[in-house]
């Protein structure tokens, strides 16, 4: 029997409801696969949260914070485990000699910065800030060099070693954001011709790093993008300038640098 026309749902109700009901779903599905997520974060002070704050003091010198994109994420999604291993001043050797462990065959996501320290990129900042112009575009194309001749090899050894023990799991590798907005509102410090070049060893970095990822079948997540509009002498800075205070936490993401920054570039990954 028909329904009288007076008791017939409209059209644009029945959409709204199947189109509710699929959201619904969907949203479900995706908490489920989130759910059912081994995550493990490796890597160096970009993740473990370095500029951010709050620390986990069981951490130490590692700096490990709730703050970190990596906890974020897992504070947002609840995968089944999370295994927080990313320290401060991590290598690629200290990856592998230190991080590794809780990667299993059952591990379904890994991310990892790591490729910063072993370009000697805190001496790049030190030399440019202490020194002579000449002397901070020298040290730069010291560091890039290092990264054309010897970093891709150090790199492939961590991406190998992480297979090795996570042959499953997903890997998304991070890059480093710029650090200055060129023209910007800074009106003393590093002169522009140092800014550019120290951008542009970022980009150097960056540009190998997502090389060598793609070759080991791994996701690059480029950061330059979220934190454009947000660089040192933007006005609207997410990465600490020189920090007299706490010298370790200069030219790291802060807070909202993570948040606004380095989840968002994780989470569009995935």
């Given at each position: 029997?028909?329904?009288?026309r007076?008791?017939?749902?409209?059209?644009?109700l029945?959409?709204?409801?199947?189109?509710?009901?699929?959201?619904?779903?969907?949203?479900?599905?995706a908490?489920?696969?989130?759910?059912?997520?081994?995550?493990?974060?490796?890597?160096?002070?970009?993740?473990?949260?370095?500029?951010?704050?709050?620390?986990?003091?069981?951490?130490?010198?590692?700096?490990?914070?709730?703050?970190?994109?990596?906890?974020?994420?897992?504070?947002?999604?609840?995968?089944s485990?999370?295994?927080f291993?990313?320290c401060?001043?991590?290598?690629?050797?200290?990856?592998?000699a230190?991080?590794?462990?809780?990667?299993?065959?059952a591990?379904?996501?890994?991310?990892?910065?790591?490729?910063?320290?072993?370009?000697?990129?805190?001496?790049?900042?030190?030399?440019?800030?202490?020194?002579?112009?000449?002397?901070c575009?020298?040290?730069?194309?010291?560091?890039?060099?290092?990264?054309?001749?010897?970093?891709?090899?150090?790199?492939?050894?961590?991406?190998?070693?992480?297979r090795?023990?996570?042959?499953?799991?997903?890997?998304?590798?991070?890059?480093?954001p710029?650090?200055?907005r060129?023209?910007?509102?800074?009106?003393?410090g590093?002169?522009?011709n140092?800014?550019r070049?120290?951008?542009?060893a970022?980009?150097h970095?960056?540009?190998?790093t997502?090389?060598r990822?793609?070759?080991?079948?791994?996701?690059?997540?480029?950061v330059?993008?979220?934190?454009?509009?947000?660089?040192?002498?933007?006005?609207?800075?997410?990465?600490?300038?020189?920090?007299?205070l706490?010298?370790?936490?200069?030219?790291?993401?802060?807070?909202?640098?993570?948040?606004?920054?380095?989840?968002p570039?994780?989470?569009?990954?995935?």
């Amino acid at each position: 029997m028909k329904l009288p026309r007076a008791a017939a749902l409209p059209l644009s109700l029945l959409l709204g409801a199947t189109l509710t009901l699929t959201g619904a779903a969907t949203a479900q599905a995706a908490d489920a696969r989130a759910a059912a997520v081994d995550y493990v974060a490796l890597g160096d002070s970009y993740s473990s949260g370095v500029g951010a704050g709050a620390y986990d003091s069981a951490s130490g010198n590692c700096k490990r914070t709730p703050r970190a994109y990596p906890a974020l994420w897992a504070a947002a999604n609840a995968p089944s485990s999370f295994a927080f291993t990313a320290c401060s001043g991590a290598r690629t050797n200290d990856v592998t000699a230190g991080q590794l462990g809780p990667l299993t065959a059952a591990t379904d996501l890994v991310s990892i910065t790591v490729g910063g320290n072993d370009a000697g990129f805190a001496d790049v900042m030190t030399t440019c800030v202490l020194e002579s112009e000449s002397s901070c575009v020298a040290r730069v194309n010291q560091a890039k060099g290092y990264v054309d001749s010897t970093l891709p090899g150090r790199l492939d050894t961590v991406y190998r070693a992480i297979r090795s023990k996570a042959p499953a799991a997903r890997v998304v590798v991070l890059g480093y954001p710029r650090f200055y907005r060129i023209g910007g509102g800074c009106i003393a410090g590093l002169t522009e011709n140092e800014r550019r070049a120290i951008n542009g060893a970022a980009d150097h970095l960056n540009t190998a790093t997502a090389k060598r990822a793609a070759d080991h079948g791994y996701t690059f997540a480029d950061v330059v993008p979220a934190f454009t509009g947000h660089e040192i002498c933007s006005g609207s800075a997410w990465l600490h300038s020189v920090n007299w205070l706490n010298i370790g936490e200069s030219y790291h993401p802060t807070a909202s640098g993570q948040s606004g920054g380095y989840l968002p570039s994780f989470r569009n990954a995935l």
